[in-house]
């Protein structure tokens, strides 16, 4: 009996221990629940604080004044995070404050027996050695396509030897799906939890956590080794509260470790003057350089784009490519555009027969319910030509492509979204080149500079 | 001002006229243009923007005339995507504050169409049941009865159910009668509601109003589902 009990408790540890929760959403009965607060097994603590004119959501950090809103005077809530279940000034968040549960050692874990390249290989075992000597932190800048996931794994394994639990976070639900059946394969003997709005898991128990930045806000004190990969993507770049979470999540001697491809202005300060450690990878996996964008002035793409009428250059430049056999990538601005030029690219790619059918041209975005079927399909050759948005800017990988971007100009095409929308093509062994197109009425500092990094990457990499 | 949905900060152009009479918008310009309104023509008993006078499902409720207890119904929007979040946030993930975007629509909406019985129209939200009204904190219909320029009432009390979101318009047009009333109105009601869907909880409503000395029952929703 006393057994089974301690038994039990296991478990609650496992599910409650380095997570900061609302009361709904622990899965335990009011009597089990009263029980552990009595033991002081789980405790309260205050979920919004006053501050000075203001308050401070502890689960998000946020202190916006106008973030906060009231029913009446006991029940301010934070606006901010009130997706992920409201946090109410008169209920507590709990925390576990039992004994915290060890986790599994593995002296192998890593059932990965591909091989690294060289540049992958010397920054690999430079994330080793950060997590050998437990360093703060470490960036990992790696061009598009230089194979960052494999990178992770000889750190990952290290990291697993000393019984460290890991998250790898990321901003966006899609790369967060992309990554997990490929750790699977690679931890096949850890157990890894997936975490995302909508998945089945709620509360996660693994030793390797994959789940979006979003869900950090769960957690508190839980991760020796932290990746968070893309950290210039949106939103983590522009929502405080998901730095907070990520500051939140770690425990307070662990390592983190960024990622990108395209670091913003406020890391490449912090590297320029030695207050981040990082290192540097410049050339691809299969070795060849980073495709260069061209930039094509299109006069009349505004009225195109109103019209949702194709631009003539769009066409002269599918016909005119040097591999026709490539699937095509198209970017547009919104999600409105997008749908619209749907239906105008159909036809018109069926009257100059660039597809056969209707169905071999799709598009995606971001409200789009069957959008990872889509993708699928892409990816399987099934669709030709794909419309999107910048939800496919980064983190998925098609084997050959061709990219245009329409309306390069606009405002979503920052620096990084265009280098990162560059990153797409030439991304294989098989198809290491590929095309990149900005059609535009008009440069933009964030074209001009896009192009710019991508020749000084392709520089620093010998080509 | 921030904006309510996007938190974007919202700059107006200062003119006399918002100088002296400050109009405080809580959505920003875009986000503003994403509510559509029903405009044009509509159906003349539930709002619906068709071409008919009245459409289809209200020439069905007309067929049964007992259980047909609505003269009319207005509403104001549309249910379009956004609308869907909107009130998902709203309502289901319990952001109250949302409610107050609606504050000026309800009460533009309102003035004319139901002007001529402004003085002795009653308001009646239609209540929750005391368990979600629990979970949820608040009652949608309850805050945007409190924006109309006339005196609300809660006289009706609603028991336990499945929630009306759902079942299908079957199960709902079939499902017995959740209301019951506390106290007797024998002036005109105007029952206040976040959506018109089937009609069926509006129409539930007025047949236990008419049945206790109402004399016509009239539906302000929101939004036209």
Not at chain 1, 163 to 181: F, N, S
Not at chain 1, 278 to 284: A, K, L, S
Not at chain 2, 70 to 86: A, D, G, K, R, T
Not at chain 2, 171 to 193: A, C
Request: net charge positive; glycine share 4%.
């Amino acid at each position: 009996m006393q057994q089974m009990k301690a038994l039990h408790l296991d478990t609650i540890a496992l599910l409650l221990s380095g997570k900061l929760l609302l009361r709904k959403e622990i899965p335990l009965d009011d009597r089990q629940f009263h029980t552990l607060l009595n033991h002081r097994l789980i405790t309260p603590v205050p979920s919004i604080v006053r501050e000075r004119f203001t308050w401070k959501c502890q689960r998000c950090g946020n202190r916006h004044r106008f973030l906060f809103s009231s029913l009446d005077k006991a029940s301010i809530y934070c606006r901010k995070c009130i997706e992920m279940g409201k946090v109410i000034k008169s209920e507590c968040l709990y925390i576990w404050s039992g004994a915290i549960p060890t986790w599994k050692k593995y002296e192998a874990a890593c059932s990965w027996n591909g091989e690294l390249t060289l540049a992958q290989a010397k920054a690999a075992e430079r994330i080793v050695q950060t997590i050998q000597k437990r360093e703060s932190t470490l960036l990992i800048w790696a061009v598009c396509g230089a194979g960052k996931t494999e990178m992770l794994f000889p750190g990952m394994e290290e990291a697993l030897r000393y019984g460290m639990r890991i998250c790898i976070a990321t901003p966006r639900t899609d790369v967060v799906l992309e990554l997990k059946p490929r750790i699977k394969k690679a931890f096949s003997t850890v157990p890894i939890d997936a975490l995302y709005g909508g998945s089945k898991v709620k509360l996660a128990t693994a030793q390797v956590v994959i789940c979006t930045t979003h869900q950090l806000l769960r957690f508190q004190h839980a991760f020796d080794l932290i990746i968070i990969d893309e950290i210039d993507a949106f939103p983590y770049h522009k929502d405080p509260s998901l730095a907070f979470a990520a500051k939140r999540a770690k425990k307070l001697n662990s390592t983190t470790i960024y990622l990108t491809a395209t670091p913003r202005l406020k890391f490449r300060l912090q590297m320029a003057t030695k207050q981040l450690s990082y290192t540097f990878v410049p050339i691809r996996f299969h070795g060849y350089p980073l495709p260069i964008p061209k930039l094509k002035l299109c006069r009349s793409l505004r009225k195109n784009l109103q019209y949702s009428t194709p631009p003539p250059a769009l066409l002269h430049w599918i016909q005119q490519r040097e591999n026709k056999g490539r699937q095509l990538l198209i970017f547009l601005p919104t999600v409105e555009i997008t749908r619209k030029f749907e239906k105008s690219l159909t036809t018109f790619f069926l009257k100059h027969g660039i597809i056969i059918m209707p169905s071999a041209l799709s598009c995606v975005h971001a409200q789009d319910e069957d959008r990872n079927w889509k993708i699928k399909q892409f990816r399987e050759k099934e669709i030709q030509v794909l419309l999107t948005t910048t939800i496919l800017e980064r983190g998925v990988t098609f084997p050959a492509v061709d990219v245009a971007v329409l309306d390069a100009g606009h405002e979503v095409f920052d620096e990084a979204a265009l280098v990162q929308i560059a990153g797409r093509a030439g991304r294989s062994f098989d198809d290491p080149t590929g095309e990149i197109i900005f059609f535009h009425d008009g440069k933009t500092i964030a074209m001009i500079k896009a192009v710019e990094m991508i020749k000084e990457m392709n520089k620093q990499g010998g080509f | 001002m921030y904006c309510l949905w996007c938190s974007e900060p919202i700059i107006q152009q200062l003119t006399w006229q918002n100088f002296f009479f400050p109009d405080i918008k809580k959505l920003c310009v875009y986000c503003d243009s994403l509510l559509e309104k029903i405009d044009g023509d509509r159906c003349h008993k539930c709002s619906r923007q068709c071409d008919q006078a009245i459409c289809f499902d209200c020439q069905r409720w007309e067929k049964e005339k007992e259980r047909d207890t609505l003269v009319f119904n207005y509403s104001i929007f549309q249910y379009n995507i956004f609308m869907q979040e909107l009130i998902a946030k709203w309502k289901y993930r319990g952001d109250v504050e949302l409610g107050n975007i609606f504050r000026d629509a309800v009460r533009k909406g309102f003035t004319p169409t139901f002007a001529a019985m402004k003085k002795h129209a009653i308001a009646v939200p239609i209540p929750l049941s005391k368990d979600r009204e629990k979970e949820r904190g608040f009652n949608q219909a309850k805050i945007l009865a409190d924006f109309l320029p006339i005196k609300s009432e809660l006289v009706l009390h609603r028991m336990e159910g499945e929630k009306q979101s759902k079942k299908s318009r079957k199960e709902r047009i079939q499902s017995i009668n959740p209301f019951t009333i506390t106290k007797s109105i024998n002036k005109p009601v105007i029952l206040v509601d976040d959506i018109y869907t089937t009609g069926t909880t509006l129409r539930h409503a007025g047949k236990v109003l008419k049945e206790n000395g109402c004399p016509e029952v009239f539906g302000f929703t929101l939004i036209r589902g």
